[in-house]
Protein backbone atom coordinates (compact mmCIF):
# COMPACT_ATOMS: atom_id res chain seq x y z
CA UNK A 1 0.00 0.00 0.00
CA UNK A 2 2.76 2.00 0.46
CA UNK A 3 3.64 3.29 -3.39
CA UNK A 4 -0.38 4.16 -4.16
CA UNK A 5 -0.24 6.53 -0.84
CA UNK A 6 2.99 8.02 -1.78
CA UNK A 7 1.87 9.09 -5.67
CA UNK A 8 -1.27 10.39 -3.66
CA UNK A 9 1.01 12.62 -1.45
CA UNK A 10 3.06 13.72 -4.44
CA UNK A 11 -0.17 14.58 -6.19
CA UNK A 12 -1.64 16.60 -3.30
CA UNK A 13 1.81 18.77 -3.54
CA UNK A 14 1.67 19.68 -6.73
CA UNK A 15 -1.66 20.09 -7.53
CA UNK A 16 -3.17 23.73 -7.13
CA UNK A 17 -3.48 25.79 -3.93
CA UNK A 18 -6.86 25.91 -3.39
CA UNK A 19 -6.62 28.41 -0.12
CA UNK A 20 -5.73 31.13 -3.03
CA UNK A 21 -8.99 30.89 -4.73
CA UNK A 22 -12.71 31.78 -3.60
CA UNK A 23 -14.87 28.65 -3.03
CA UNK A 24 -18.56 30.04 -3.09
CA UNK A 25 -18.81 30.39 0.34
CA UNK A 26 -16.35 33.22 0.23
CA UNK A 27 -18.17 34.97 -2.27
CA UNK A 28 -20.86 37.48 -0.97
CA UNK A 29 -22.84 38.12 -3.75
CA UNK A 30 -22.47 33.92 -4.80
CA UNK A 31 -23.98 33.05 -1.20
CA UNK A 32 -26.63 35.70 -0.83
CA UNK A 33 -28.02 34.87 -4.52
CA UNK A 34 -27.59 31.21 -3.74
CA UNK A 35 -29.69 31.56 -0.55
CA UNK A 36 -32.06 33.61 -2.23
CA UNK A 37 -35.39 31.80 -2.19
CA UNK A 38 -38.51 33.88 -2.11
CA UNK A 39 -41.68 32.51 -0.01
CA UNK A 40 -43.47 34.11 -2.87
CA UNK A 41 -43.13 35.99 -6.39
CA UNK A 42 -41.32 39.45 -6.23
CA UNK A 43 -41.90 40.47 -9.74
CA UNK A 44 -44.77 41.78 -11.79
CA UNK A 45 -45.37 43.17 -15.33
CA UNK A 46 -46.51 46.90 -14.98
CA UNK A 47 -49.41 46.52 -17.67
CA UNK A 48 -49.50 50.20 -18.59
CA UNK A 49 -45.88 50.29 -19.95
CA UNK A 50 -46.17 47.76 -22.26
CA UNK A 51 -45.09 49.10 -26.09
CA UNK A 52 -43.50 48.32 -29.60
CA UNK A 53 -41.39 50.66 -30.70
CA UNK A 54 -39.63 50.19 -34.24
CA UNK A 55 -40.42 46.47 -32.76
CA UNK A 56 -38.71 46.25 -29.28
CA UNK A 57 -41.50 44.93 -27.29
CA UNK A 58 -40.68 47.18 -24.22
CA UNK A 59 -42.31 47.29 -20.27
CA UNK A 60 -41.14 47.92 -16.30
CA UNK A 61 -41.02 45.33 -13.97
CA UNK A 62 -42.58 45.90 -10.28
CA UNK A 63 -40.99 44.20 -7.04
CA UNK A 64 -43.58 43.74 -5.17
CA UNK A 65 -42.34 44.98 -1.66
CA UNK A 66 -39.99 47.86 -3.42
CA UNK A 67 -42.68 48.99 -6.23
CA UNK A 68 -40.61 52.25 -6.45
CA UNK A 69 -37.76 50.86 -8.07
CA UNK A 70 -38.33 48.95 -11.41
CA UNK A 71 -36.37 47.19 -14.05
CA UNK A 72 -36.63 47.67 -17.57
CA UNK A 73 -37.23 44.81 -19.70
CA UNK A 74 -36.46 44.85 -23.62
CA UNK A 75 -37.10 41.80 -26.21
CA UNK A 76 -36.09 41.60 -29.98
CA UNK A 77 -35.52 38.78 -32.54
CA UNK A 78 -32.72 39.12 -34.65
CA UNK A 79 -31.71 36.65 -37.93
CA UNK A 80 -30.13 33.44 -36.65
CA UNK A 81 -33.81 32.86 -34.78
CA UNK A 82 -32.14 34.76 -32.06
CA UNK A 83 -34.35 36.49 -29.20
CA UNK A 84 -32.18 39.27 -27.02
CA UNK A 85 -33.65 40.02 -23.69
CA UNK A 86 -32.15 42.94 -21.92
CA UNK A 87 -32.80 43.37 -17.78
CA UNK A 88 -31.27 46.36 -16.30
CA UNK A 89 -31.96 48.74 -13.35
CA UNK A 90 -34.67 51.79 -13.76
CA UNK A 91 -32.92 54.97 -13.66
CA UNK A 92 -29.48 53.71 -11.32
CA UNK A 93 -27.29 56.12 -9.58
CA UNK A 94 -24.71 55.11 -12.13
CA UNK A 95 -25.16 53.20 -15.16
CA UNK A 96 -23.95 49.33 -15.55
CA UNK A 97 -21.41 48.46 -17.70
CA UNK A 98 -21.86 46.95 -20.88
CA UNK A 99 -19.61 45.30 -23.28
CA UNK A 100 -18.96 48.00 -26.23
CA UNK A 101 -19.48 46.95 -29.97
CA UNK A 102 -16.04 45.10 -30.83
CA UNK A 103 -15.11 43.42 -27.56
CA UNK A 104 -17.83 40.41 -27.81
CA UNK A 105 -20.28 41.00 -30.43
CA UNK A 106 -19.20 42.38 -33.81
CA UNK A 107 -22.27 44.66 -34.14
CA UNK A 108 -25.56 45.90 -32.78
CA UNK A 109 -28.23 43.05 -33.94
CA UNK A 110 -30.81 44.43 -36.01
CA UNK A 111 -34.65 43.69 -34.67
CA UNK A 112 -36.96 42.36 -36.82
CA UNK A 113 -40.52 42.53 -37.23
CA UNK A 114 -42.79 40.74 -34.71
CA UNK A 115 -46.39 40.15 -34.13
CA UNK A 116 -48.04 41.10 -30.63
CA UNK A 117 -51.15 40.09 -28.98
CA UNK A 118 -51.82 41.10 -25.19
CA UNK A 119 -54.06 41.05 -22.38
CA UNK A 120 -53.65 41.96 -18.50
CA UNK A 121 -52.81 38.39 -17.79
CA UNK A 122 -50.26 37.06 -20.95
CA UNK A 123 -48.16 38.94 -23.89
CA UNK A 124 -48.06 36.67 -26.91
CA UNK A 125 -44.68 37.46 -29.48
CA UNK A 126 -44.56 35.88 -32.66
CA UNK A 127 -41.36 36.04 -34.42
CA UNK A 128 -41.77 33.57 -37.30
CA UNK A 129 -43.53 30.77 -38.21
CA UNK A 130 -41.71 28.46 -35.97
CA UNK A 131 -40.53 31.03 -33.17
CA UNK A 132 -42.64 32.46 -30.09
CA UNK A 133 -42.50 33.98 -26.81
CA UNK A 134 -45.07 33.91 -24.13
CA UNK A 135 -44.73 36.19 -21.62
CA UNK A 136 -46.93 35.71 -18.06
CA UNK A 137 -47.38 39.09 -16.28
CA UNK A 138 -48.31 38.34 -12.86
CA UNK A 139 -46.06 36.74 -11.85
CA UNK A 140 -43.42 37.36 -14.47
CA UNK A 141 -42.78 34.61 -15.97
CA UNK A 142 -41.04 33.57 -19.84
CA UNK A 143 -41.80 30.86 -21.96
CA UNK A 144 -39.37 30.42 -25.13
CA UNK A 145 -41.02 27.82 -28.69
CA UNK A 146 -39.88 26.43 -30.97
CA UNK A 147 -42.35 24.69 -33.67
CA UNK A 148 -44.84 24.81 -30.87
CA UNK A 149 -42.75 22.94 -28.13
CA UNK A 150 -41.53 24.88 -25.33
CA UNK A 151 -37.39 25.02 -25.28
CA UNK A 152 -36.67 27.13 -22.19
CA UNK A 153 -38.66 29.52 -19.36
CA UNK A 154 -37.00 32.01 -17.68
CA UNK A 155 -38.11 32.82 -13.97
CA UNK A 156 -40.34 30.05 -14.07
CA UNK A 157 -38.60 29.11 -10.36
CA UNK A 158 -38.60 33.42 -9.45
CA UNK A 159 -35.07 33.46 -8.83
CA UNK A 160 -34.91 37.23 -10.59
CA UNK A 161 -33.13 38.58 -7.98
CA UNK A 162 -31.19 42.25 -9.43
CA UNK A 163 -29.53 44.20 -6.48
CA UNK A 164 -29.57 48.09 -6.69
CA UNK A 165 -26.89 50.15 -7.14
CA UNK A 166 -26.53 52.23 -3.82
CA UNK A 167 -24.99 55.56 -2.42
CA UNK A 168 -23.45 56.55 0.31
CA UNK A 169 -25.70 54.73 3.29
CA UNK A 170 -25.27 56.20 6.91
CA UNK A 171 -26.27 54.59 10.21
CA UNK A 172 -26.60 56.52 13.71
CA UNK A 173 -24.22 55.19 16.45
CA UNK A 174 -25.63 55.29 19.77
CA UNK A 175 -24.10 57.27 22.58
CA UNK A 176 -21.40 55.19 24.89
CA UNK A 177 -24.38 55.48 27.96
CA UNK A 178 -26.81 53.91 25.75
CA UNK A 179 -23.91 51.50 25.02
CA UNK A 180 -24.27 48.37 27.67
CA UNK A 181 -22.86 45.30 26.75
CA UNK A 182 -21.21 45.93 23.33
CA UNK A 183 -17.06 44.77 23.57
CA UNK A 184 -16.67 44.42 20.23
CA UNK A 185 -13.56 46.06 18.23
CA UNK A 186 -16.35 47.85 15.85
CA UNK A 187 -20.03 47.68 15.50
CA UNK A 188 -21.08 45.33 12.67
CA UNK A 189 -24.14 46.43 10.78
CA UNK A 190 -25.24 43.39 8.86
CA UNK A 191 -27.38 45.77 5.40
CA UNK A 192 -30.21 43.99 3.97
CA UNK A 193 -29.21 40.71 1.69
CA UNK A 194 -25.92 40.84 2.62
CA UNK A 195 -24.76 37.46 4.11
CA UNK A 196 -21.30 38.87 5.47
CA UNK A 197 -21.01 41.86 7.99
CA UNK A 198 -20.31 45.52 6.88
CA UNK A 199 -18.26 47.44 9.78
CA UNK A 200 -17.95 50.88 11.40
CA UNK A 201 -14.30 50.45 12.45
CA UNK A 202 -12.48 51.80 15.83
CA UNK A 203 -11.13 54.74 15.93
CA UNK A 204 -7.56 54.75 14.73
CA UNK A 205 -6.53 56.23 18.24
CA UNK A 206 -7.78 54.02 20.73
CA UNK A 207 -8.09 56.43 23.89
CA UNK A 208 -10.45 58.67 21.92
CA UNK A 209 -13.98 58.16 22.95
CA UNK A 210 -16.00 55.92 20.54
CA UNK A 211 -17.56 57.85 17.22
CA UNK A 212 -21.49 59.06 17.57
CA UNK A 213 -24.19 60.22 15.63
CA UNK A 214 -24.10 59.34 11.29
CA UNK A 215 -21.64 56.92 10.19
CA UNK A 216 -21.14 55.92 7.09
CA UNK A 217 -21.34 52.01 6.06
CA UNK A 218 -18.32 50.45 4.89
CA UNK A 219 -19.18 48.23 2.31
CA UNK A 220 -15.92 46.72 2.03
CA UNK A 221 -14.75 43.26 2.43
CA UNK A 222 -11.37 40.81 2.17
CA UNK A 223 -10.11 37.75 0.89
CA UNK A 224 -6.96 36.30 2.47
CA UNK A 225 -5.91 39.72 3.56
CA UNK A 226 -6.77 41.76 0.27
CA UNK A 227 -9.46 44.43 0.43
CA UNK A 228 -12.02 45.05 -1.52
CA UNK A 229 -13.57 48.63 -1.17
CA UNK A 230 -16.68 47.78 -2.85
CA UNK A 231 -18.05 51.80 -3.39
CA UNK A 232 -21.40 51.00 -4.18
CA UNK A 233 -22.49 48.10 -1.91
CA UNK A 234 -23.69 44.97 -3.24
CA UNK A 235 -24.87 45.07 -6.92
CA UNK A 236 -25.34 41.20 -7.95
CA UNK A 237 -27.82 39.77 -10.21
CA UNK A 238 -29.20 36.29 -10.46
CA UNK A 239 -31.92 34.83 -13.11
CA UNK A 240 -33.17 31.24 -13.51
CA UNK A 241 -33.30 29.47 -16.96
CA UNK A 242 -34.67 26.12 -17.66
CA UNK A 243 -34.33 23.84 -21.01
CA UNK A 244 -36.83 21.72 -20.70
CA UNK A 245 -36.84 17.95 -22.99
CA UNK A 246 -33.14 18.22 -22.54
CA UNK A 247 -31.11 15.92 -20.47
CA UNK A 248 -27.88 17.52 -21.13
CA UNK A 249 -26.50 21.43 -21.11
CA UNK A 250 -22.70 21.94 -22.56
CA UNK A 251 -20.36 24.57 -23.21
CA UNK A 252 -19.47 27.53 -19.88
CA UNK A 253 -15.96 27.53 -21.03
CA UNK A 254 -12.90 26.99 -19.17
CA UNK A 255 -13.48 24.51 -16.98
CA UNK A 256 -11.30 21.00 -16.66
CA UNK A 257 -14.21 18.99 -16.32
CA UNK A 258 -16.66 16.90 -18.04
CA UNK A 259 -18.17 18.03 -21.45
CA UNK A 260 -21.73 17.16 -19.83
CA UNK A 261 -21.99 19.62 -17.08
CA UNK A 262 -22.44 18.13 -14.07
CA UNK A 263 -25.12 18.90 -11.15
CA UNK A 264 -24.20 21.30 -8.67
CA UNK A 265 -25.73 20.48 -5.97
CA UNK A 266 -23.62 19.02 -4.14
CA UNK A 267 -20.80 21.41 -5.09
CA UNK A 268 -20.07 24.68 -5.80
CA UNK A 269 -21.26 26.00 -9.24
CA UNK A 270 -19.80 26.55 -11.95
CA UNK A 271 -17.42 29.66 -12.10
CA UNK A 272 -16.57 31.97 -14.72
CA UNK A 273 -13.61 34.46 -13.69
CA UNK A 274 -10.42 34.66 -15.64
CA UNK A 275 -7.80 33.77 -13.36
CA UNK A 276 -4.04 31.91 -13.17
CA UNK A 277 -4.24 28.52 -11.77
CA UNK A 278 -0.91 26.88 -12.16
CA UNK A 279 -1.60 22.91 -12.19
CA UNK A 280 -5.22 22.95 -12.24
CA UNK A 281 -7.28 20.29 -10.71
CA UNK A 282 -9.63 17.94 -12.44
CA UNK A 283 -13.12 17.29 -12.41
CA UNK A 284 -14.31 20.62 -10.42
CA UNK A 285 -16.07 23.73 -11.37
CA UNK A 286 -13.45 26.14 -10.45
CA UNK A 287 -12.86 29.09 -12.68
CA UNK A 288 -9.75 28.92 -15.10
CA UNK A 289 -8.00 31.08 -17.85
CA UNK A 290 -11.05 31.98 -19.87
CA UNK A 291 -14.65 32.28 -19.64
CA UNK A 292 -17.54 32.82 -21.83
CA UNK A 293 -21.10 32.49 -20.55
CA UNK A 294 -22.58 30.34 -23.59
CA UNK A 295 -24.23 27.21 -22.63
CA UNK A 296 -25.91 24.76 -25.26
CA UNK A 297 -28.34 22.15 -24.84
CA UNK A 298 -29.68 19.19 -27.49
CA UNK A 299 -31.85 16.69 -27.93
CA UNK A 300 -33.12 15.28 -31.65
CA UNK A 301 -33.89 17.61 -33.95
CA UNK A 302 -33.22 21.01 -31.97
CA UNK A 303 -30.42 22.59 -30.05
CA UNK A 304 -30.61 25.82 -28.23
CA UNK A 305 -28.19 28.21 -27.00
CA UNK A 306 -27.97 30.46 -24.04
CA UNK A 307 -25.29 33.22 -24.44
CA UNK A 308 -25.79 36.44 -21.27
CA UNK A 309 -22.98 39.23 -22.73
CA UNK A 310 -21.52 39.56 -18.97
CA UNK A 311 -18.19 40.15 -18.67
CA UNK A 312 -18.20 40.12 -14.51
CA UNK A 313 -17.89 37.51 -12.06
CA UNK A 314 -20.62 34.30 -12.60
CA UNK A 315 -21.31 30.98 -10.85
CA UNK A 316 -23.81 28.99 -12.24
CA UNK A 317 -26.07 26.09 -10.81
CA UNK A 318 -27.62 22.95 -12.79
CA UNK A 319 -29.77 20.89 -11.69
CA UNK A 320 -31.14 18.13 -14.42
CA UNK A 321 -33.74 15.31 -14.51
CA UNK A 322 -30.91 12.96 -14.92
CA UNK A 323 -30.20 12.24 -10.70
CA UNK A 324 -34.18 12.43 -10.39
CA UNK A 325 -34.97 9.58 -12.99
CA UNK A 326 -31.82 7.85 -11.46
CA UNK A 327 -33.87 6.93 -8.26
CA UNK A 328 -30.46 5.05 -6.78
CA UNK A 329 -30.10 1.16 -6.81
CA UNK A 330 -32.24 -0.13 -3.69
CA UNK A 331 -35.07 2.18 -4.67
CA UNK A 332 -35.61 0.52 -8.13
CA UNK A 333 -34.87 -2.64 -7.60
CA UNK A 334 -38.41 -2.57 -4.78
CA UNK A 335 -40.38 -0.31 -7.79
CA UNK A 336 -40.15 1.42 -10.93
CA UNK A 337 -40.33 4.79 -10.22
CA UNK A 338 -42.38 7.23 -12.68
CA UNK A 339 -39.62 9.01 -15.04
CA UNK A 340 -39.68 12.68 -14.62
CA UNK A 341 -40.51 14.68 -18.11
CA UNK A 342 -36.34 15.89 -19.20
CA UNK A 343 -35.28 19.02 -18.28
CA UNK A 344 -32.04 21.07 -16.87
CA UNK A 345 -32.60 23.87 -14.31
CA UNK A 346 -29.47 26.64 -14.20
CA UNK A 347 -29.35 29.49 -12.35
CA UNK A 348 -27.05 32.10 -13.33
CA UNK A 349 -25.44 34.54 -10.80
CA UNK A 350 -23.13 37.57 -11.67
CA UNK A 351 -21.65 39.95 -9.32
CA UNK A 352 -22.57 42.99 -11.76
CA UNK A 353 -23.60 44.78 -14.89
CA UNK A 354 -26.77 43.58 -16.65
CA UNK A 355 -28.69 41.17 -17.94
CA UNK A 356 -27.77 41.01 -21.77
CA UNK A 357 -29.52 37.74 -22.71
CA UNK A 358 -29.57 35.66 -26.74
CA UNK A 359 -31.63 32.77 -26.69
CA UNK A 360 -30.42 31.03 -29.71
CA UNK A 361 -32.89 28.32 -31.82
CA UNK A 362 -31.65 25.69 -34.12
CA UNK A 363 -32.33 22.44 -35.91
CA UNK A 364 -28.56 21.22 -35.11
CA UNK A 365 -25.40 22.01 -33.32
CA UNK A 366 -24.13 23.47 -36.72
CA UNK A 367 -27.20 26.31 -37.50
CA UNK A 368 -26.74 27.14 -33.67
CA UNK A 369 -23.04 27.56 -33.87
CA UNK A 370 -23.59 29.90 -36.61
CA UNK A 371 -26.17 32.36 -34.69
CA UNK A 372 -23.54 32.67 -32.65
CA UNK A 373 -20.63 33.78 -35.19
CA UNK A 374 -23.23 36.33 -36.51
CA UNK A 375 -23.65 38.14 -33.44
CA UNK A 376 -19.65 37.29 -32.18
CA UNK A 377 -17.72 36.63 -35.00
CA UNK A 378 -16.17 33.65 -37.20
CA UNK A 379 -12.40 32.45 -36.87
CA UNK A 380 -10.55 33.65 -39.44
CA UNK A 381 -7.79 31.05 -41.71
CA UNK A 382 -4.85 30.91 -39.59
CA UNK A 383 -1.50 31.30 -41.40
CA UNK A 384 -0.36 27.33 -42.62
CA UNK A 385 2.27 27.68 -40.43
CA UNK A 386 0.35 28.15 -37.31
CA UNK A 387 -1.39 24.59 -37.90
CA UNK A 388 1.98 22.86 -38.43
CA UNK A 389 4.72 21.64 -35.59
CA UNK A 390 5.75 24.19 -33.50
CA UNK A 391 9.16 24.31 -31.09
CA UNK A 392 8.76 25.16 -27.70
CA UNK A 393 9.99 25.12 -24.42
CA UNK A 394 10.59 27.08 -20.94
CA UNK A 395 13.41 28.36 -21.96
CA UNK A 396 15.66 28.90 -24.78
CA UNK A 397 18.84 30.66 -23.15
CA UNK A 398 20.20 32.65 -26.39
CA UNK A 399 20.51 32.97 -29.70
CA UNK A 400 23.47 30.53 -30.14
CA UNK A 401 21.07 28.02 -28.33
CA UNK A 402 18.46 28.95 -30.55
CA UNK A 403 20.79 29.02 -33.91
CA UNK A 404 21.94 24.58 -32.53
CA UNK A 405 18.48 23.70 -32.39
CA UNK A 406 16.99 25.22 -35.69
CA UNK A 407 20.28 23.69 -37.10
CA UNK A 408 19.80 20.07 -35.74
CA UNK A 409 15.94 19.99 -37.33
CA UNK A 410 17.79 20.97 -40.95
CA UNK A 411 20.74 18.13 -39.99
CA UNK A 412 18.33 15.91 -39.54
CA UNK A 413 15.75 16.73 -41.86
CA UNK A 414 12.86 16.82 -39.23
CA UNK A 415 10.05 19.22 -40.23
CA UNK A 416 9.48 22.11 -37.56
CA UNK A 417 7.29 25.37 -38.72
CA UNK A 418 7.80 28.04 -35.60
CA UNK A 419 10.11 28.74 -32.60
CA UNK A 420 8.85 30.05 -29.77
CA UNK A 421 10.88 32.49 -27.14
CA UNK A 422 9.75 32.69 -23.49
CA UNK A 423 10.43 35.66 -21.28
CA UNK A 424 14.03 34.90 -21.03
CA UNK A 425 14.48 36.67 -24.46
CA UNK A 426 13.62 40.01 -22.86
CA UNK A 427 16.17 42.27 -21.10
CA UNK A 428 14.91 41.99 -17.16
CA UNK A 429 11.10 41.00 -18.57
CA UNK A 430 11.01 44.26 -20.70
CA UNK A 431 9.11 42.76 -23.18
CA UNK A 432 9.89 43.62 -26.98
CA UNK A 433 13.25 44.65 -25.76
CA UNK A 434 16.29 42.26 -26.11
CA UNK A 435 18.42 41.06 -23.90
CA UNK A 436 21.35 41.81 -25.95
CA UNK A 437 23.52 39.93 -24.24
CA UNK A 438 22.26 36.75 -25.09
CA UNK A 439 20.54 37.81 -28.37
CA UNK A 440 23.52 40.38 -30.14
CA UNK A 441 21.87 40.03 -33.61
CA UNK A 442 18.03 39.16 -33.31
CA UNK A 443 17.65 40.27 -36.83
CA UNK A 444 20.11 37.35 -38.25
CA UNK A 445 18.58 34.99 -35.87
CA UNK A 446 15.33 35.73 -37.74
CA UNK A 447 16.84 35.60 -41.08
CA UNK A 448 18.12 32.42 -40.31
CA UNK A 449 14.76 30.84 -39.18
CA UNK A 450 13.38 32.43 -43.12
CA UNK A 451 16.10 30.64 -44.81
CA UNK A 452 14.52 27.25 -43.23
CA UNK A 453 10.76 28.44 -43.71
CA UNK A 454 10.19 28.85 -40.24
CA UNK A 455 8.70 31.76 -38.66
CA UNK A 456 9.33 33.07 -34.79
CA UNK A 457 6.68 33.30 -32.14
CA UNK A 458 7.74 35.59 -28.52
CA UNK A 459 6.00 36.47 -25.69
CA UNK A 460 4.63 39.67 -25.01
CA UNK A 461 2.84 40.11 -21.79
CA UNK A 462 0.26 42.80 -20.62
CA UNK A 463 2.56 43.94 -17.45
CA UNK A 464 4.92 46.84 -17.88
CA UNK A 465 8.24 46.67 -15.74
CA UNK A 466 8.09 49.79 -13.66
CA UNK A 467 10.96 51.32 -14.74
CA UNK A 468 10.52 55.21 -15.99
CA UNK A 469 13.91 54.63 -17.55
CA UNK A 470 12.86 52.45 -20.10
CA UNK A 471 10.89 54.34 -22.82
CA UNK A 472 7.77 51.86 -23.05
CA UNK A 473 6.93 52.60 -19.17
CA UNK A 474 7.43 56.14 -19.63
CA UNK A 475 5.97 57.09 -22.38
CA UNK A 476 2.81 55.03 -21.13
CA UNK A 477 2.89 56.79 -17.87
CA UNK A 478 3.45 59.96 -19.06
CA UNK A 479 0.55 59.36 -21.01
CA UNK A 480 -1.34 58.02 -18.21
CA UNK A 481 -2.37 54.58 -20.25
CA UNK A 482 -2.17 52.38 -16.79
CA UNK A 483 -5.18 50.94 -14.92
CA UNK A 484 -5.99 53.58 -11.70
CA UNK A 485 -5.97 52.47 -8.23
CA UNK A 486 -9.32 53.26 -6.46
CA UNK A 487 -10.36 55.82 -4.29
CA UNK A 488 -10.73 59.11 -5.81
CA UNK A 489 -7.27 59.48 -7.28
CA UNK A 490 -7.29 59.54 -11.37
CA UNK A 491 -3.92 60.48 -11.37
CA UNK A 492 -2.63 57.31 -8.96
CA UNK A 493 -1.32 54.27 -10.74
CA UNK A 494 -2.37 50.68 -10.32
CA UNK A 495 1.12 48.67 -9.64
CA UNK A 496 1.51 45.46 -8.38
CA UNK A 497 4.13 42.51 -8.49
CA UNK A 498 4.40 40.05 -11.57
CA UNK A 499 7.45 38.77 -13.81
CA UNK A 500 9.48 41.68 -13.61
CA UNK A 501 8.74 42.56 -10.28
CA UNK A 502 6.88 46.13 -9.65
CA UNK A 503 4.80 46.45 -12.55
CA UNK A 504 1.91 48.27 -14.30
CA UNK A 505 -0.77 47.10 -16.34
CA UNK A 506 -2.12 49.14 -19.22
CA UNK A 507 -5.74 50.26 -19.63
CA UNK A 508 -6.88 48.34 -23.10
CA UNK A 509 -10.47 49.79 -21.75
CA UNK A 510 -9.25 53.41 -23.70
CA UNK A 511 -8.77 53.68 -27.32
CA UNK A 512 -5.42 55.47 -27.06
CA UNK A 513 -4.08 52.86 -24.80
CA UNK A 514 -5.05 50.28 -27.99
CA UNK A 515 -2.80 52.17 -30.39
CA UNK A 516 0.08 52.66 -28.53
CA UNK A 517 0.29 48.82 -27.57
CA UNK A 518 -0.49 48.22 -31.26
CA UNK A 519 2.79 50.29 -32.57
CA UNK A 520 4.62 49.05 -30.12
CA UNK A 521 4.58 46.29 -32.68
CA UNK A 522 5.50 48.24 -35.46
CA UNK A 523 8.21 50.85 -34.70
CA UNK A 524 10.95 48.60 -35.70
CA UNK A 525 12.83 48.56 -32.33
CA UNK A 526 12.38 45.46 -31.33
CA UNK A 527 13.36 43.81 -35.03
CA UNK A 528 14.11 45.84 -38.46
CA UNK A 529 10.56 46.71 -40.17
CA UNK A 530 11.07 44.40 -42.97
CA UNK A 531 11.23 40.74 -40.44
CA UNK A 532 7.84 39.26 -39.34
CA UNK A 533 7.38 38.02 -36.71
CA UNK A 534 4.22 36.71 -34.18
CA UNK A 535 2.99 36.95 -30.73
CA UNK A 536 2.10 34.76 -27.38
CA UNK A 537 -0.15 36.86 -25.11
CA UNK A 538 0.57 35.06 -21.93
CA UNK A 539 -0.75 36.29 -18.12
CA UNK A 540 -3.58 38.06 -19.37
CA UNK A 541 -6.07 37.17 -17.28
CA UNK A 542 -4.12 39.41 -15.09
CA UNK A 543 -2.33 37.64 -13.27
CA UNK A 544 -0.76 40.21 -10.48
CA UNK A 545 0.95 37.76 -8.02
CA UNK A 546 0.65 39.92 -5.32
CA UNK A 547 -3.18 40.46 -5.60
CA UNK A 548 -6.05 38.68 -4.52
CA UNK A 549 -6.90 35.42 -6.34
CA UNK A 550 -3.60 36.02 -8.39
CA UNK A 551 -5.26 39.32 -10.21
CA UNK A 552 -5.72 42.52 -10.31
CA UNK A 553 -8.24 43.99 -7.81
CA UNK A 554 -11.59 44.22 -8.48
CA UNK A 555 -11.58 48.16 -7.10
CA UNK A 556 -9.17 49.09 -9.79
CA UNK A 557 -10.10 51.91 -12.36
CA UNK A 558 -10.73 51.42 -15.64
CA UNK A 559 -11.41 54.68 -18.23
CA UNK A 560 -12.26 56.85 -15.18
CA UNK A 561 -15.39 55.03 -14.41
CA UNK A 562 -15.61 51.24 -14.35
CA UNK A 563 -14.23 49.03 -11.78
CA UNK A 564 -12.39 46.27 -12.62
CA UNK A 565 -15.25 44.15 -11.25
CA UNK A 566 -17.68 45.33 -14.32
CA UNK A 567 -15.56 44.76 -16.96
CA UNK A 568 -13.03 41.36 -15.64
CA UNK A 569 -13.18 38.52 -18.15
CA UNK A 570 -12.76 41.12 -21.38
CA UNK A 571 -9.54 41.88 -19.92
CA UNK A 572 -7.81 39.12 -22.02
CA UNK A 573 -9.35 39.72 -25.36
CA UNK A 574 -8.56 43.26 -25.42
CA UNK A 575 -4.78 42.22 -24.81
CA UNK A 576 -4.92 40.19 -27.93
CA UNK A 577 -7.07 42.55 -30.30
CA UNK A 578 -4.89 44.94 -29.65
CA UNK A 579 -1.99 42.76 -30.52
CA UNK A 580 -3.78 41.81 -33.27
CA UNK A 581 -3.85 44.91 -34.52
CA UNK A 582 -0.58 45.80 -34.42
CA UNK A 583 0.37 42.74 -36.03
CA UNK A 584 -1.65 43.58 -38.94
CA UNK A 585 0.02 46.57 -39.25
CA UNK A 586 3.25 45.63 -39.37
CA UNK A 587 3.16 43.75 -42.44
CA UNK A 588 1.06 46.94 -43.62
CA UNK A 589 -2.32 44.71 -43.29
CA UNK A 590 -0.91 42.08 -45.91
CA UNK A 591 0.01 38.94 -43.81
CA UNK A 592 -2.65 37.63 -41.55
CA UNK A 593 -1.15 37.59 -37.91
CA UNK A 594 -0.80 34.53 -35.38
CA UNK A 595 -1.71 35.08 -31.58
CA UNK A 596 -2.20 32.61 -28.78
CA UNK A 597 -3.86 33.79 -25.71
CA UNK A 598 -4.47 32.58 -22.14
CA UNK A 599 -7.25 34.76 -21.15
CA UNK A 600 -10.33 35.07 -23.55
CA UNK A 601 -13.93 36.07 -23.78
CA UNK A 602 -16.75 35.54 -25.98
CA UNK A 603 -14.99 37.34 -29.13
CA UNK A 604 -11.88 35.70 -28.95
CA UNK A 605 -12.02 33.42 -31.57
CA UNK A 606 -12.15 36.56 -34.25
CA UNK A 607 -8.35 37.25 -33.19
CA UNK A 608 -6.55 34.84 -31.53
CA UNK A 609 -6.06 31.10 -30.76
CA UNK A 610 -6.09 29.34 -27.10
CA UNK A 611 -3.93 27.02 -24.89
CA UNK A 612 -4.80 24.72 -22.51
CA UNK A 613 -2.91 27.49 -20.10
CA UNK A 614 -0.20 25.73 -17.22
CA UNK A 615 -1.95 22.23 -17.24
CA UNK A 616 0.40 19.02 -15.82
CA UNK A 617 2.37 16.88 -17.80
CA UNK A 618 -0.27 13.71 -17.67
CA UNK A 619 -2.70 11.65 -19.59
CA UNK A 620 -5.64 12.69 -17.37
CA UNK A 621 -4.58 16.04 -18.43
CA UNK A 622 -4.54 15.44 -22.07
CA UNK A 623 -7.78 13.24 -21.80
CA UNK A 624 -9.52 16.64 -20.54
CA UNK A 625 -8.25 18.73 -23.34
CA UNK A 626 -9.80 16.77 -26.09
Known sequence: MRFPVLILL??????????????????????????FWPSSPEYIVDVATISNIENVIQFQLIKKSESENRLSFNLTYHNGRTFRL????????????????????????????????????????????????????????????????MEMTINDRDLLNFERYLGPQFVNLPRPEETTTTTADTVTLPPENESESSQIPESANPTEPPPTGPVQVDWSESFNGHRDSRPYGPTSIGLDFTFHGFEHVFGIPEHADSFSLRDTNKTDPYRLFNLDVFE????????????????????????????????????????????????GLLLNFFSKPKPVPSFVKT???????????????ADSPHSGLKSYAALTGVTPLPPLFAISHHQSRWNYRDQQEMKAVNDGYVTHYLPVDTFWLDIEYANGKRY????????????????????????????????????????????????????????????????GWCWPGSSYWPDFYRGEVVNWWANLLTDGKFL????????????????????????????????????????HNLYGLW????????????????????????????????????????????WEHLQVSL
Open 347 to 361: RWMFETGVFDIFVIL
Open 280 to 327: YELNNPMALYGSVPLMWAHKANSTVGLFINNPSEAWIDIESSREANNG
Open 432 to 495: LDWDAVKFPNPDQMVDDLTANGRKLVVIFDPHIKLDHNWPTCSQAKEGGFYVKKPGGKPTTDFD
Open 10 to 35: LSSVYCVDRNNFKKCSDSSFCVRQRN
Open 86 to 149: VLDETNPIRPRFRPRIGDSLINEPQPLPLKVQKNESKIVITASAQDKVVIETNPFKISIFSKDS
Open 528 to 567: SSDRMFYVWNDMNEPSVFSGAEVTIPRDTIFGGVWENRDL
Open 575 to 618: VHNATWEGLLRRSNRSERPFVLTRAFFAGSQRTSAVWTGDNFAS
